[in-house]
């Protein structure tokens, strides 16, 4: 499990626990004492800066399926609008 901080423009910062990571199959990024006020967008961003996958969602918590991703190291991105709320890495086994 990894929780991640960055600053959200206010004086908090948002953490995001991401579980498992390294994940196989399926990782969850939970957004903790956060309330979303609209749809937020998760982004996947290879180590070269290529995005890979964007997806929306609602509510706190965020279901990532590998699909056919393969094995390495990601960027991830959670944005409210044009706001990034959090960022962090996610290793792939």
Do not use: C, H
Request: hydrophobic content about 45%; aromatic content about 10%; overall charge neutral.
């Amino acid at each position: 499990m990894v929780a991640t901080q960055d600053p959200v423009g206010r004086a908090q910062m948002l953490e995001v626990l991401v579980f498992p990571n390294p994940m196989e199959d399926e990782a969850v990024f939970a957004l903790q004492d956060y309330v979303p006020e609209k749809t937020l967008r998760f982004a996947l961003i290879d180590p070269l800066g290529k995005l890979l996958r964007e997806e929306g969602f609602s509510g706190n918590a965020y279901s990532f399926k590998r699909k056919n991703l393969q094995t390495g190291l990601y960027f991830w991105q959670i944005m409210e609008g044009r706001k990034t709320l959090a960022r962090g890495r996610l290793v792939v086994e």
